[in-house]
């Protein structure tokens, strides 16, 4: 079904609220979104907005150390139920052009009951320093599928095992285990769910096809040789984001044949994790995790958008890395590392002037309790 409005741009501004005295005086976390949005009518626009400022709501709480998981079934969930979090809404203008209603909607979000709920309901985790990690790998030999455990399982566990600190090989319950999952999107949402369910924050997914390259009498022994093609692909379970991918080609000979298969495919994937698991590795201790000098959260902005405010954090800033953390709704969240030598006093007023500077769209600052943390929000 077509979505009944479309946002144009957000406006966000934090209060504080006391509720009446029976409730003990107790503040509660506000959070204050104008909506400029259109729809059929006013009643659908002022839903739409609800709906969109308590996904607005969501997107901030990834500038944490927490992360949401089953995009999907909180989606669904938020569809729902929205309505509780929403302390009040308010059309602040409308106008009326070709069947059209629009307004600008005043929409309040309680915070603390949103927050409070997503926990209960355990949408939210903390991302591991080193993630769990399943394997899922397609596999022909001589042009068919291996029936069973692929030749290829083993020798990807062993470079995992020698590559990631603390790696364990991860089981999650799935149809079709010996899949290529970013061929089957269906296959791959499934294994995503089941993934979470188990605790396993990355896929690893691609296929290696084995074929037999020539036999060759060497010395006294009978060589068989076997050409490995691997393509190999790390997925972020929470978002379905493809975090890094590598193919590379390798050959092997021995007397048995089952050996120069196993040594094919271990030289084949060994290389691809080789050059993809390092970096993986540390950038996804600074991505995901809020150990890093400072958390940039900005409002109001779509994809193309949001790349442009981290190229321009990125070629402004001296010395830094600028890592997405999360796009949720209109909310992104970048973590910016730099090198402990590196670190310059006065860096948070420079990162609010790249902010400030940015002409479309155009962002003002929000003034946040801690110095790590630097909140924009759009105004034009």
Not at 150 to 174: D, N
Not at 289 to 296: K, L, S, Y
């Amino acid at each position: 079904m077509q979505n009944p409005a479309a946002v144009v741009f957000l406006v966000m501004a934090g209060v504080a609220w006391a509720g009446p005295k029976e409730a003990k005086d107790e503040a509660r976390t506000l959070r204050r979104y104008e909506i400029d949005i259109f729809g059929p009518s006013a009643d659908a626009a002022v839903k739409q907005a609800g709906l969109h400022a308590v996904r607005s709501a969501i997107g901030e709480f990834y500038c944490s150390d927490e992360m949401l998981l089953a995009r999907s079934l909180l989606n669904r969930y938020i569809d729902s139920y929205y309505t509780r979090f929403v302390a009040s809404q308010k059309v602040l203008s409308r106008r009326e052009s070709q069947g059209r209603v629009y307004l600008r909607v005043a929409a309040v979000v309680d915070m603390d009951f949103l927050a409070k709920d997503l926990h209960e309901k355990r949408f939210f985790y903390k991302p591991r320093r080193r993630p769990f990690i399943y394997a899922s790998v397609a596999e022909t030999v001589d042009g068919t599928p291996t029936q069973g455990e692929p030749i290829a399982r083993g020798p990807i566990h062993e470079s995992l095992e020698r590559l990631l600190m603390r790696y364990e090989p991860r089981v999650i319950y799935t149809e079709a285990p010996n899949l290529d999952l970013t061929q089957d999107l269906q296959q791959l949402e499934k294994a995503r769910e089941a993934a979470q369910r188990a605790g396993v924050e990355v896929l690893l997914t691609g296929r290696v096809d084995l074929t037999l390259a020539r036999e060759q009498d060497i010395h006294f022994d009978h060589y068989t040789f076997y050409y490995a093609k691997a393509l190999l692909t790390l997925i972020r379970v929470d978002d379905g984001v493809v975090l890094a991918s590598g193919q590379y080609e390798a050959e092997a000979g021995n007397p048995d044949p089952q050996a120069a298969k196993r040594v094919a495919s271990s030289r084949a994937t060994a290389k691809i994790l080789d050059q993809l698991v390092p970096p993986f590795a540390e950038r996804w201790e600074r991505t995901m995790t809020d150990n890093v000098a400072f958390q940039v959260m900005v409002v109001g902005v779509n994809e193309a958008e949001a790349g442009v405010v981290q190229d321009r954090l990125a070629t402004r800033l001296k010395d830094v890395t600028v890592y997405r953390r999360s796009l949720y709704e209109d909310v992104v969240v970048f973590n910016l590392y730099y090198p402990p030598e590196k670190t310059r006093p006065g860096e948070r007023v420079r990162i609010e002037e790249v902010l400030l500077d940015l002409v479309s769209p155009r962002f003002k600052v929000i003034p946040t309790e801690t110095e790590k943390k630097i909140h924009a929000t759009r105004v034009s």
